[in-house]
T-cell receptor
Framework: QKEVEQNSGPLSVPEGAIASLNCTYS??????FFWYRQYSGKSPELIMF????GDKEDGRFTAQLNKASQYVSLLIRDSQPSDSATYLC???????????FGSGTKLNVKP | SQTIHQWPATLVQPVGSPLSLECTVE??????LYWYRQAAGRGLQLLFY????GQISSEVPQNLSASRPQDRQFILSSKKLLLSDSGFYLC?????????WGFGNGTRLTVT
């Protein structure tokens, strides 16, 4: 069983729309949760992280965490073509300092 | 601020040759350090992580090894590369807290 699951996509949204990306995880010992954006051929760059249940907003991005249901999501408001990338979800386990990544969701924002 | 240096950026090696990838972190002390591999079109696979000098934990049994000779230096090695070792290798650091970490720019390894 994979620790972190993501729909591989591609997810296509029109410019200006809200993109919704989802991630589920299996280990209830997961402590904190990260969203990364990765452009083709580049290393991932951190968008934001969340460790408390609820929503966390940063500019156009909102992360949502539901530990009871073991899912974390990322909403991108006013999507731009420059947001087209693969979005990776990662979880950090509490006791082991290990980060596990999902396989990523490819997002296409159409002008 | 913390920066992480990783080199080389690209590498082409024949099957059976040795490998050494190096990663150093600046701007922090006693970081947790990680090696990940990303195969083409795939997610990141955790290979090794280290919480201190000489402390290495392996996630996946394979022909790779890692060492941490200094606090902010992390090395990935192989004695004999396999074709399946091709991929994008990423070094990462963490402060051990709930957030605060980042990736190096990666090494694209092609084994021929």
């Amino acid at each position: 069983q994979k620790e972190v699951e993501q729909n591989s996509g591609p997810l296509s949204v029109p410019e200006g729309a809200i993109a919704s990306l989802n991630c589920t995880y299996s280990d209830r010992g997961s402590q904190s949760f990260f969203w990364y954006r990765q452009y083709s051929g580049k290393s991932p760059e951190l968008i934001m992280f969340i460790y408390s249940n609820g929503d966390k907003e940063d500019g156009r991005f909102t992360a949502q965490l539901n530990k009871a249901s073991q899912y974390v999501s990322l909403l991108i408001r006013d999507s731009q073509p420059s947001d087209s990338a693969t979005y990776l979800c990662a979880v950090k386990l509490y006791n082991f300092n290990k980060f596990y990544f999902g396989s990523g969701t490819k997002l296409n924002v159409k002008p | 601020s913390q920066t992480i240096h990783q080199w080389p950026a690209t590498l082409v090696q024949p099957v059976g040759s040795p490998l050494s990838l190096e990663c150093t972190v600046e701007g922090t002390s006693n970081p947790n350090l990680y090696w990940y591999r990303q195969a083409a079109g795939r997610g990141l696979q955790l290979l090794f992580y280290s919480v201190g000098i000489g402390q290495i934990s392996s996630e996946v049994p394979q022909n790779l090894s890692a060492s941490r000779p200094q606090d902010r230096q992390f090395i990935l090695s192989s004695k004999k590369l396999l074709l399946s070792d091709s991929g994008f290798y990423l070094c990462a650091w963490s402060d051990g807290g709930v957030g605060g970490w980042g990736f190096g720019n990666g090494t694209r390894l092609t084994v021929t």
